[in-house]
């Protein structure tokens, strides 16, 4: 088999258990993370809530999402931020992994209403922040100030900026943030 995040790492790295961890103690029985690349998130999820229901989504269908769906078994589909092929409010719980911050600019409004439309009672926001409304940070990759965008679509999140033992890379040291919206 080829080196991939489940050969390579005895253990869940930190950043990867960010989501299971705050899922603790809230009623839900749908997960949906978009962008969910090799499913780490989803595995940590599927570990302590065996009975939730659990669907990954990723655009690199070709690459590592096939074959992670076929390693872990989890429901991993084809998809896109910009069009998620699911119900208005289908997913008690919604998330992101630095999803946004792969994206261009003037994409990341369409990805957020879209992942606005799908949730129901929670999403989660692990990216970068900016002082600019949209901008891009340090080493080139695009971020926001997700309170006040959040706040553009009559939400409101709580911030918490992730500790460097959890994410001890940069742009992540300095600008990365988790964001919760209690919908």
């Given at each position: 088999?080829?080196?991939?995040?489940?050969?390579?790492?005895?253990?869940?790295?930190?950043?990867?258990?960010?989501?299971?961890?705050?899922?603790?103690?809230?009623?839900?029985?749908?997960?949906?993370?978009?962008?969910?690349?090799?499913?780490?998130?989803?595995?940590?999820?599927?570990?302590?809530?065996?009975?939730?229901?659990?669907?990954?989504?990723?655009?690199?269908?070709?690459?590592?999402?096939?074959?992670?769906?076929?390693?872990?078994?989890?429901?991993?589909?084809?998809?896109s931020v910009f069009s998620l092929e699911f119900q208005d409010k289908?997913?008690?719980?919604?998330?992101?992994?630095?999803?946004?911050?792969?994206?261009?600019?003037?994409?990341?409004?369409?990805?957020?209403?879209?992942?606005?439309?799908?949730?129901?009672?929670?999403?989660?926001?692990?990216?970068?922040?900016?002082?600019?409304?949209?901008?891009?940070?340090?080493?080139?990759?695009?971020?926001?100030?997700?309170?006040?965008?959040?706040?553009?679509?009559?939400?409101?999140?709580?911030?918490?900026?992730?500790?460097?033992?959890?994410?001890?890379?940069?742009?992540?040291?300095?600008?990365?943030?988790?964001?919760?919206?209690?919908?």
């Amino acid at each position: 088999m080829a080196e991939n995040p489940y050969t390579t790492y005895a253990e869940l790295r930190p950043s990867k258990k960010i989501v299971v961890n705050l899922l603790e103690g809230k009623e839900f029985n749908s997960v949906l993370e978009v962008g969910c690349q090799w499913g780490e998130n989803l595995i940590a999820i599927r570990e302590k809530f065996p009975d939730k229901k659990i669907v990954g989504v990723d655009a690199d269908w070709d690459g590592i999402v096939q074959e992670a769906k076929t390693i872990t078994g989890l429901d991993i589909r084809k998809g896109s931020v910009f069009s998620l092929e699911f119900q208005d409010k289908e997913f008690d719980v919604v998330f992101t992994n630095a999803l946004f911050c792969m994206l261009q600019p003037e994409q990341i409004e369409t990805g957020l209403k879209e992942i606005i439309r799908v949730a129901k009672k929670y999403i989660i926001l692990i990216e970068l922040k900016t002082e600019e409304f949209i901008g891009i940070v340090k080493g080139g990759r695009t971020g926001a100030d997700w309170v006040s965008l959040l706040g553009k679509y009559g939400l409101e999140a709580t911030t918490k900026k992730i500790p460097s033992k959890v994410w001890g890379a940069n742009p992540w040291v300095d600008n990365g943030y988790i964001y919760e919206v209690k919908l």
